[in-house]
């Protein structure tokens, strides 16, 4: 095959280039990962109907909880009568009114007093919900930052890749017409270049959708990420047992806790339903205060009369149709499926916790490998520059061998944002995952 010239000078500058444009991709106006969190806590809908749905419990069980308040109320009436007698030939009007003041207190509501302790639960299960809004807006926000980042660097691989091409290509019709190399030199050079070009359009599409998602996210336009500074030391992996990490999720995780108190609830529902057979007692009284005509001979014209009551009132329901037998079966089938339910739950934690640990341990095992592909690949493209120096290898060897050495950059970068973010993936499988759990990665960023 016929070697294509290709200046030294214009090698050692475009792998400058590139180094500096994967390098130094983060700009002046680039975010850090917790500043784009912050924004995004203040933006995402998810974890705004979280918080909603927090705050709606809350109230919900201040309602229940007035069951066992005193209840108080007041009420007034008024009406306006006229009669006629026909054989005495006469009519009368008369107008009366009444303004009462009436006041309980529960004293014995079984139903009442289970349906206060559901309220307080579902404040539980309401703040997990909240929790694990939070959890995964974390690592959503990490994940779309690292994709912005991960495009960013394929798409800087590509267009170092085509500016090398280009210069391929233009070598190569440059030899043709001089006479120096084949039409099969310049053809294959164009292909080449076609691909290449192909490959840039499709990463500036990805790149373009991977901001609009990042953007859509935070609440900002423009969001850019910062680069990982050089050189890169991702933290360890502690602790180092995928078991101790299950053990934390099956204690703490905001699933699990949600299940917990549902199971709970659906219990003290199954004892709502049981008491509908007792009976009802209340502490009543009453105020009135009424004017009307009075009937008592001989007392003419209207009279005010003055009432004060106070009792207990007792209830005890005998038959309701069968309602209540049925309640009480359809309360116990609804606690056996939230007991099959809180063992899924814990089934499925413990899978995604063992999985999310090995899955940062495979990613930290293939960060070292890449790491030793990166210096290989290093010392092959040294290599065929020298071969090429001194006429043993051709430039196409050395752009191949340049196209390795940056395809495994990308790689080794892709490698490490998967790492960094299933760190926050485990951590939110293990239900331990804290916006403080941001700040390590952060200071791995420029």
Known sequence: MTALPFPHPVLSHLALAI?????????????????????????????????????AALAKAEQAKA??????????????????????????????QNVALSASQPLYRPVNRFNNEQGQLSIDIAKAQLDAAEQD?????????????????????VQAQKTAVAEQLASAKRNFEVGTSTITDSREAQ????????????????????KLALDQLVGRSGATPRALAAPVSLPALLPADPEAW??????????????????????IEAQKAQAGHKPTLDLVGQYQVARGPSSNFPTAGNVRSNTASVGLQFNLPLYAGGAIQNRVKEALALVEKSRADRETALR???QATRSAYFGVLSGMGQVKALEAAEASSQSALDANKLGYQV??????????????????????????????????????????LKAEDLQPVNALLK
Request: glycine content about 6%; proline content about 1%.
């Open 191 to 210: 292909a080449r270049f076609d691909l290449v070009l192909a490959q840039e359009i499709a990463a500036s599409n990805d790149l373009l959708v991977k």
């Open 246 to 267: 299950v053990q934390d999720a099956l204690r703490q995780h905001p699933v699990v806790r949600q299940t917990d108190k549902a199971f709970e609830i659906a219990e």
């Open 348 to 350: 499925n934690i413990s």
């Open 67 to 96: 069951g066992l308040r005193p209840q108080a109320g007041l009420g007034a009436g008024a009406s306006w009568a006229n009669s006629s007698n026909s054989v005495t030939d006469t009519s009368k009007t008369s107008n009366s």
């Open 137 to 157: 807006l974390i690592v959503r926000t990490a994940q779309a930052y690292f994709d912005v980042s991960a495009a960013q660097d394929t798409l800087t691989f």
């Open 391 to 432: 006429g043993v290898r051709i430039n196409i060897d050395v752009l191949n061998a340049q196209s390795q050495l940056f395809q495994t950059k990308r790689d080794l970068a892709v490698a490490r944002y998967n790492v960094l973010v299933g760190q926050l993936r485990l951590k939110q499988a293990g239900g331990v």
């Open 19 to 55: 180094a500096l444009a994967l390098g130094g991709a983060a700009s002046a106006q680039a975010q850090s990962l917790v500043d784009l969190y912050e924004a995004a806590r203040g933006f995402d809908s998810t974890l705004q109907s979280a918080r909603a749905q927090h705050d």
